[in-house]
């Protein structure tokens, strides 16, 4: 079956980086979109990246970019999520899910597996 497991969680201080690993299995990578998701204490699960099956096309949370970089090794069948100038509201569990088609989606509706998740702590 379909395994994704992410690391690379911590505490940090604001202003801070993080860099999140997703190494996945039981699918053909190479072939499926990617995405991370986040999902703060008491708050719905939100779209943080997305990435298409190439690794060509990239979309963020406005919230996010500028500061957060996804990118994909089809070699090593993992996904990556490099996070800088950290936030306190950045806190929450990220959460790596794989989506059955090669084009990215924004909406968490559109994937079919994800993780156990990656807490990320942000102190002011």
């Known amino acids: 079956q379909v395994q994704l497991v992410e690391s690379g969680g911590g505490l940090v201080q604001a202003g801070g980086s993080l860099r999140l690993s997703c190494a996945a299995s039981g699918r053909t990578f190479s072939s499926y979109a990617m995405g991370w998701f986040r999902q703060a204490p008491g708050k719905e699960r939100e779209f943080v990246a997305t990435?298409?099956?190439?690794?060509?096309?990239?979309y963020y949370a406005d919230s996010v970019k500028g500061r957060f970089t996804i990118t994909r090794d089809n070699d090593k069948n993992t996904v990556y999520l490099q996070m800088n100038s950290l936030k306190p509201g950045d806190t929450g569990v990220y959460y790596c899910e794989t989506a059955p088609v090669r084009w990215a989606i924004q909406n968490h509706a559109g994937y079919d597996y994800w993780g156990q998740g990656t807490q990320v702590t942000v102190s002011s």
């Open positions: 990435i298409t099956w190439s690794g060509g096309s990239t």
